[in-house]
C-alpha cells in the first residue's frame, strides 16, 4: 500500500495560513440570530455506509463471491443472504453499501446472479455504490488491465443501473498506477462515454490510493462529481495523536460538500477500546479523528469492511443467518461519524463545572478574551495577554453532553453570531438562548491542549490567520490541527 507521509513541515504551513474551503465566506458578524435546532451534518444525501467485501479483499482473477456466500447460489439465494446482511446492517443504522465489480463478474452469467445483492438492496430502500476492482495485478500495479473489458463492463452496469436514483458509480478503486494527469484523462472518458449518468451519482477516486482528493476536486471538467477518499492508520505511521490525524484530513479535505470517505477502518476483532483516548495508539486515534472530521464537517463514510470473512477490520462476523458486531467501541464511533449519535462516547474531558478556566491558545500564548470588559449582547471575542481580568475566565457548563461556556465578567456565553455555519465568522458572546451555537463539543487532541467545535457549524474555535497579536479576532474555522486551535485550559 501507500507508503507513509511524513508531515513535516505540513503543520507548519497550517497554522501559518487559512486552508481552502468550500464556498469559503469571510464575514464579519455583530449579533446572534434565532436558536438552532441544530440538524445533524449528515454528508453526501445522508450516506452512513459499509463495504461488503469478497473475503479475497475485492482483487480477484474471476468471480467476485461477496463474504457469507459460497459461489454457488442462483439469483434466489444471493437475495436470501443479501437478505440477512443488510437487514443486519441497517440494525446499525447503515443505510448504503458499497459493492465490488470485475470484468468476471459482469462479462458473464454470473453477473444475473450477483444482481441479487444489488437489487435486494435497493428493495430494501439502501443506497447502492459499484466500484470497480480489477485483477490480482491490478493490485501490484494500479492500472486497467484490459481497457476493454473495462469498458464492455461499465457499458453493462451503467444500461441496467443508469436511470436507478440509488446507485452510484465509481469508475475505479485505488488507482495508485497512474499520474493524476492520465487519471483525469482517464476519467474525462468515463463522463463522456456515459454522459447520461447525473455527476452527483457518480465517484471519482482521489489520485494514488484515493488519497489526493484535492487534485481532482480543483478540476472544473470534474465540478459535480463526487470525490472518494481513502486512508487507513497505517497510510500514516509517524501519527499518533488526534492532533496528528486532524492536520492529515484538515491537508486533505478540502472538498467536504462533495467528499465520500469510501473506505476507512481500524482493527475491530482485536478487542481494542476506541472510546479511550491514546497519546500513542495511532490506529485509536486516527478512529476517533476521522469520525470527528465526518461528523464535525458533513463528509460522508463508507466503513471498510462492514463484513470479509476473517478480516480484523470486519465490524461485523455472519453466522449464515445474522450479523455480530465485533466492537461496540468501534461500532459507537462509526454512528458518531455518521451523526446518528448526538455525542460520540468517547474520550470526554471532565471539569470542574463550579471552577472557571482561562483558555490559553497553544500557538499565541494569549488567552480568551471579551473585548475590554464588555457586558453587552456583540461584544467580540479577541485574544489578549493573560491579566488576571474575569472577562478572561470562562465557566464550562453542561448541554446536551456538550459544554456552553460562560463568560465570568459578563455572564453571557461564547457564541456564533447569526447561527452561522459560514468559515471566518467572528465569534461574540450573547445571552443564553439555548441554541446549538452556543454549544461546544471539547476534545483533547492528545497533546495536554483541547480542540473546541460548535455543534451548529462543525467548525473549530481558532485564531484568525494564526496570529500572535494581541486583538486580533477569535473566528470558527474547518478543523486542521493547527496549533491556533489548541487551547489549554487553566484554572485562576
Same mark, same amino acid.
Given at each position: 500500500?501507500?507508503?507513509?507521509?511524513?508531515?513535516?513541515?505540513?503543520?507548519?504551513?497550517?497554522? %501559518?495560513?487559512?486552508?481552502?474551503?468550500?464556498?469559503?465566506?469571510?464575514?464579519?458578524?455583530?449579533?446572534?440570530?434565532?436558536?438552532?435546532?441544530?440538524?445533524?451534518?449528515?454528508?453526501?444525501?445522508?450516506?452512513?455506509?459499509?463495504?461488503?467485501?469478497?473475503?479475497?479483499?475485492? &482483487?480477484?482473477?474471476?468471480?467476485?463471491? *461477496?463474504?457469507?456466500?459460497?459461489?454457488?447460489?442462483?439469483? %434466489?439465494?444471493?437475495?436470501?443472504?443479501?437478505?440477512?446482511?443488510?437487514?443486519? &446492517?441497517?440494525?446499525?443504522?447503515?443505510?448504503?453499501?458499497?459493492?465490488?465489480?470485475?470484468?468476471?463478474?459482469?462479462?458473464?452469467?454470473?453477473?444475473?446472479?450477483?444482481?441479487?445483492?444489488?437489487?435486494?438492496?435497493?428493495?430494501?430502500?439502501?443506497?447502492?455504490?459499484?466500484?470497480?476492482?480489477?485483477?490480482?495485478? &491490478? %493490485?501490484?500495479?494500479?492500472?486497467?488491465?484490459?481497457?476493454?473489458?473495462?469498458?464492455?463492463?461499465?457499458?453493462?452496469?451503467?444500461?441496467?443501473?443508469?436511470?436507478? %436514483?440509488?446507485?452510484?458509480?465509481?469508475?475505479?478503486?485505488?488507482?495508485?498506477?497512474?499520474?493524476?494527469?492520465? *487519471?483525469?484523462?482517464?476519467?474525462?472518458?468515463?463522463?463522456?462515454?456515459?454522459?447520461?449518468?447525473? /455527476?452527483?451519482?457518480?465517484?471519482l477516486g482521489g489520485a494514488g490510493y484515493c488519497t489526493d482528493v484535492n487534485s481532482i476536486g480543483s478540476d472544473a471538467q470534474f465540478n459535480d462529481c463526487l470525490l472518494g477518499y481513502h486512508n487507513y492508520a497505517f497510510f500514516n505511521g509517524n501519527n499518533k495523536t488526534v492532533n496528528d490525524w486532524?492536520?492529515?484530513?484538515? /491537508?486533505?479535505?478540502?472538498?467536504?460538500?462533495?467528499?465520500?470517505?469510501?473506505? &476507512?477502518?481500524?482493527?475491530?476483532?482485536?478487542?481494542?477500546?476506541?472510546?479511550?483516548?491514546?497519546?500513542?495508539?495511532?490506529?485509536?486515534?486516527?478512529?476517533?479523528?476521522?469520525?470527528?472530521?465526518?461528523?464535525?464537517?458533513?463528509?460522508?463514510?463508507?466503513?471498510?469492511?462492514?463484513?470479509?470473512?476473517?478480516?480484523?477490520?470486519?465490524?461485523?462476523?455472519?453466522?449464515?443467518?445474522?450479523?455480530?458486531?465485533?466492537?461496540?467501541?468501534?461500532?459507537?464511533?462509526?454512528?458518531?461519524?455518521?451523526?446518528?449519535?448526538?455525542?460520540?462516547?468517547?474520550?470526554?474531558?471532565?471539569?470542574?463545572?463550579?471552577?472557571?478556566? /482561562? *483558555?490559553?491558545?497553544?500557538?499565541?500564548?494569549?488567552? *480568551?478574551?471579551?473585548?475590554?470588559?464588555?457586558?453587552?449582547?456583540?461584544?467580540?471575542?479577541?485574544?489578549?495577554?493573560?491579566?488576571?481580568?474575569?472577562?478572561?475566565?470562562?465557566?464550562?457548563?453542561?448541554?446536551?453532553?456538550?459544554?456552553?461556556?460562560?463568560?465570568?465578567?459578563?455572564?453571557? /456565553?461564547?457564541?456564533?453570531?447569526?447561527?452561522?455555519?459560514?468559515?471566518?465568522?467572528?465569534?461574540?458572546?450573547?445571552?443564553?438562548?439555548?441554541?446549538?451555537?452556543?454549544?461546544?463539543?471539547?476534545?483533547?487532541?492528545?497533546?495536554?491542549?483541547?480542540?473546541?467545535?460548535?455543534?451548529?457549524?462543525?467548525?473549530?474555535?481558532?485564531?484568525?490567520?494564526?496570529?500572535?497579536?494581541?486583538?486580533?479576532?477569535?473566528?470558527?474555522?474547518?478543523?486542521?490541527?493547527?496549533?491556533?486551535?489548541?487551547?489549554?485550559?487553566?484554572?485562576?
Open positions: 500500500m501507500k507508503n507513509s507521509l511524513i508531515l513535516v513541515g505540513c503543520l507548519l504551513v497550517m497554522v %501559518a495560513c487559512q486552508p481552502p474551503y468550500d464556498a469559503l465566506k469571510q464575514e464579519n458578524g455583530t449579533k446572534s440570530g434565532t436558536t438552532p435546532s441544530g440538524p445533524a451534518r449528515m454528508g453526501i444525501n445522508g450516506i452512513a455506509g459499509a463495504n461488503w467485501a469478497d473475503q479475497r479483499d475485492n &482483487f480477484a482473477n474471476d468471480k467476485l463471491v *461477496l463474504s457469507g456466500l459460497s459461489g454457488n447460489e442462483n439469483y %434466489a439465494g444471493v437475495q436470501a443472504t443479501a437478505d440477512n446482511v443488510l437487514s443486519g &446492517f441497517q440494525n446499525l443504522g447503515i443505510n448504503t453499501v458499497r459493492l465490488p465489480l470485475n470484468p468476471q463478474t459482469v462479462s458473464s452469467v454470473y453477473w444475473d446472479t450477483y444482481r441479487g445483492a444489488i437489487d435486494k438492496a435497493l428493495s430494501r430502500n439502501m443506497n447502492v455504490i459499484l466500484a470497480v476492482w480489477e485483477n490480482t495485478s &491490478f %493490485a501490484a500495479n494500479g492500472k486497467i488491465t484490459d481497457y476493454n473489458q473495462f469498458w464492455n463492463l461499465w457499458q453493462t452496469v451503467v444500461a441496467r443501473y443508469g436511470t436507478t %436514483a440509488r446507485v452510484y458509480f465509481e469508475p475505479m478503486n485505488e488507482p495508485h498506477g497512474y499520474s493524476v494527469t492520465d *487519471l483525469k484523462a482517464l476519467y474525462a472518458d468515463w463522463l463522456n462515454r456515459f454522459s447520461s449518468v447525473p /455527476r452527483g451519482r457518480i465517484i486532524d492536520a492529515t484530513f484538515g /491537508r486533505d479535505l478540502n472538498y467536504p460538500t462533495r467528499t465520500l470517505v469510501t473506505e &476507512f477502518g481500524c482493527p475491530m476483532t482485536t478487542g481494542k477500546n476506541y472510546n479511550a483516548l491514546s497519546g500513542t495508539d495511532g490506529e485509536a486515534s486516527y478512529l476517533q479523528s476521522i469520525t470527528d472530521v465526518m461528523n464535525n464537517r458533513g463528509i460522508a463514510g463508507v466503513y471498510w469492511p462492514g463484513l470479509r470473512t476473517n478480516d480484523s477490520y470486519s465490524l461485523t462476523t455472519y453466522n449464515g443467518t445474522a450479523l455480530t458486531v465485533t466492537n461496540p467501541t468501534g461500532l459507537n464511533r462509526l454512528k458518531y461519524g455518521w451523526s446518528l449519535n448526538p455525542t460520540s462516547g468517547g474520550p470526554t474531558p471532565t471539569f470542574n463545572a463550579n471552577a472557571y478556566y /482561562r *483558555l490559553v491558545n497553544r500557538n499565541s500564548g494569549q488567552v *480568551l478574551d471579551v473585548n475590554q470588559g464588555s457586558v453587552d449582547n456583540g461584544a467580540a471575542i479577541i485574544q489578549w495577554h493573560s491579566n488576571g481580568g474575569t472577562n478572561q475566565q470562562w465557566q464550562l457548563g453542561s448541554l446536551n453532553n456538550n459544554v456552553g461556556l460562560t463568560n465570568r465578567n459578563s455572564g453571557k /456565553r461564547l457564541d456564533v453570531p447569526n447561527a452561522s455555519t459560514d468559515p471566518g465568522k467572528a465569534l461574540i458572546q450573547y445571552q443564553n438562548n439555548n441554541g446549538t451555537n452556543q454549544e461546544w463539543i471539547i476534545t483533547d487532541v492528545g497533546t495536554g491542549y483541547y480542540r473546541l467545535i460548535n455543534r451548529n457549524s462543525g467548525l473549530a474555535l481558532d485564531v484568525n490567520q494564526a496570529s500572535t497579536v494581541n486583538g486580533t479576532a477569535i473566528i470558527q474555522w474547518p478543523s486542521n490541527g493547527g496549533t491556533n486551535q489548541q487551547w489549554q485550559l487553566v484554572q485562576p
